[in-house]
């Protein structure tokens, strides 16, 4: 059985609107379609409630 790989990535707080705004476009699309948005939902829980890490960039 493979493991599934852990991907991390850094967003700002501009990107992070924009991921967020993308997500629930894309659910509202699929409401609209009658389709399941169980997955978009998870990914909107993820994004709004990620840790927030300060790194300096040199």
Do not use: H, W
Not at 12 to 37: C, D, F, W
């Amino acid at each position: 059985m493979m493991r599934k790989q852990k991907r991390y990535l850094y967003l700002n707080a501009e990107e992070t609107s924009v991921v967020l705004q993308s997500l629930i476009r894309l659910k509202n699309a699929l409401i609209r379609e009658g389709r399941y948005t169980d997955c978009v939902d998870e990914l909107i829980v993820k994004v709004t409630e990620a840790p927030i890490k300060k790194f300096k960039i040199t």
